[in-house]
């Protein structure tokens, strides 16, 4: 696999392709990511002409520092062909990345990095400059994520998107990204936990990042911190916000704090004073520590570089 591109994905916000004003407004936002939607969010009837929406918005808005990007329509639908072919070929020196969505295995990756490697070669870009992300939200997916991590070297994330996968599964949960059933009553845990962990796994192994998906209830904030939370402590790095309002929320969640940072450093620092000492392990704040757990705080260190705050 070759470098990829390092890009905070602390927040990645939603936005429906259809509306020129919601496109200006999330532009002007604080997400690490905003990815216009041409899938779930526009009706068919809509999406052809919610292409042109995309390119002029990549094409005349300042996004800041936010990574612009845009999801097609899977690979198996009549779409999709056109919306890698009119938006790269109308905007693509300002595309960051595309999503895929509903991937069942790594020809639906291979296939559209064959058509952007042809596009990249044909407008004169750089070659495997765009970025790809890809929803693993069916359950061929699932199952074959260890593959589909290391199908490109374009893939940067994978997104566990839990809607559509709950229905793959025949799962009976009220919304979209809660732990509650059709009746109400609260799953006894986190009922997304095996695949949060295999999918974060699998992308860990193959060095890219792992997203979690939407949570339906903007109108539950704590809620959605929660699920934020959890999911940042298996070691993903961000999270889908479908409402502005969840943004400053995963932006927070998804960075270590000031405490964090400083009792990391002053860890990794413990550990080096005993092994300068020829000294196995250290005592800090009264627990004993060694270079397995200098690795865990290395985690907190380099994160906080990665958001800008080292």
């Known amino acids: 696999m070759t470098d990829r591109p390092e890009r905070l994905r602390r927040s990645e916000l939603s936005t429906p392709a259809t509306s020129t004003k919601m496109i200006a407004k999330a532009a002007a936002s604080e997400a690490d990511l905003v990815f216009l939607d041409l899938e779930d969010a526009v009706a068919p009837a809509a999406k052809p002409g919610s292409r042109r929406n995309i390119s002029e918005a990549l094409n005349d808005l300042d996004w800041g520092r936010s990574v612009r990007s845009y999801r097609i329509n899977g690979v198996e639908t009549q779409w999709c062909h056109d919306d890698l072919m009119e938006v790269v070929g109308e905007a693509g020196a300002n595309v960051d990345v595309i999503i895929i969505p509903k991937v069942k295995g790594a020809r639906d990756v291979w296939f559209v990095d064959d058509m952007l490697t042809q596009l990249e070669k044909k407008l004169g870009l750089e070659v495997g400059r765009i970025g ?16 589909i991590a ?17 229905a793959s599964q025949g799962m009976r949960l009220s919304h979209i990204g809660g732990s509650e059933g059709a009746s109400g009553e609260p799953y006894p845990g986190d009922v997304w936990h095996y695949a949060r962990t295999r999918m974060v796994v699998a992308a860990r192994s193959a060095g890219v990042d792992a997203i979690d998906g939407p949570y339906a209830n903007f109108g539950n904030p704590g809620g959605y911190e929660r699920i934020a939370q959890t999911f ?49 392990a250290a005592s800090f704040h009264g627990v004993m520590i060694d270079a397995a757990t200098a690795r865990l705080f290395q985690v907190t260190v380099e994160r906080a570089r990665q958001c800008g705050l080292l």
């Open 132 to 147: 790809i992300e890809v929803l693993i939200e069916e359950v061929q997916a699932l199952q074959s994520v260890d593959e």
């Open 150 to 166: 290391r199908s490109s070297d374009r893939l940067e994330a994978m997104i566990l998107g839990v809607g559509d996968l709950s």
């Open 232 to 280: 940042s402590m298996l070691g993903g790095v961000g999270k889908w916000c479908i409402h502005p309002s969840q943004i400053e929320i995963a932006n927070r969640v998804f960075a270590p704090t000031r405490e964090e940072i400083e009792e990391a450093l002053a860890a990794i620092r413990a550990v080096e004073e005993a092994e300068a000492e020829g000294l196995g």
